[in-house]
Structures are given as structure tokens and as C-alpha cells.
Nanobody
Framework: QVQLVESGGGLAQAGGSLRLSCAASGRTFSSYVMSWFRQAPGKGREFVAAITWSGGSVYYADSVKGRFTISRDNAKNTVSLQMNSLKPEDTAVYYC?????????????????WGQGTQVTVSS
């Protein structure tokens, strides 16, 4: 069982920045693929970014490429999402997700555990 707890959401103005963090339980965090998804009101949950177990490879949705950066600290069991140049359309609940099978995916079905989510609101 893996528990994920997100933090760092809040309100930002367009063009501003926020940093999300996700703390994970589990002794083998360094073997997990970690990702961020988001869900805007009335929409489905969409992939935002993913990072492989060693941090050697990262992947982004086209909508955030060049603005968001995913990173991880395996010594602290954390994964972060630095969000710059925020836009109103980035407003959503952001979820941290974990795959324990070393499978990288961009769909919800690829992930075994989820956090409760943290709200990000970007005003224009």
C-alpha cells in the first residue's frame, strides 16, 4: 500500500508560479513511476507529467511543455511539479499518481495509487 499526499496548491495570477509537492510512503519509492494528473470542473482527469524511477526520463502533456517541470527526490520520497507561466486554463485539481510496476503511461489506468488532490486556481 502506498499513500500519497499532495501539497502546495493555491491561488495564482496568470503568468505566476506555483510548486506542488507529493510525499509518498513506501520503502521502494525509488522504483516507482510518478506522475501528475489534473481534473478541471466538468472535465475528465488528464495527464500532465511523468517521471521514471531514477528521474532519468520525463514526459509532459503538450499543453504544459516548456512551462511545467517535474522532478523527484528519492531520498525524501517526494515528487514535485514546478508550474510557471500559469494560465487560467491550468485551473484544476492536481493529483499525484504512482505506478509500482515500472510502467510508464499517460492514462489513469496505468496508475495504482492516487493522492487526494490539491486545488490550483489561476486568475486572469
Amino acid at each position: 500500500q502506498v499513500q500519497l499526499v499532495e501539497s502546495g496548491g493555491g491561488l495564482a495570477q496568470a503568468g505566476g508560479s506555483l510548486r506542488l509537492s507529493c510525499a509518498a510512503s513506501g520503502r521502494t519509492f525509488s522504483s516507482y513511476v510518478m506522475s501528475w494528473f489534473r481534473q478541471a470542473p466538468g472535465k475528465g482527469r488528464e495527464f500532465v507529467a511523468a517521471i521514471t524511477w531514477s528521474g532519468g526520463s520525463v514526459y509532459y502533456a503538450d499543453s504544459v511543455k516548456g512551462r511545467f517541470t517535474i522532478s523527484r527526490d528519492n531520498a525524501k520520497n517526494t515528487v514535485s511539479l514546478q508550474m510557471n507561466s500559469l494560465k487560467p486554463e491550468d485551473t484544476a485539481v492536481y493529483y499525484c499518481a504512482c505506478n509500482t510496476r515500472r510502467l510508464l503511461g499517460i492514462t489513469k489506468a496505468a496508475y495504482d495509487y492516487w493522492g487526494q488532490g490539491t486545488q490550483v486556481t489561476v486568475s486572469s
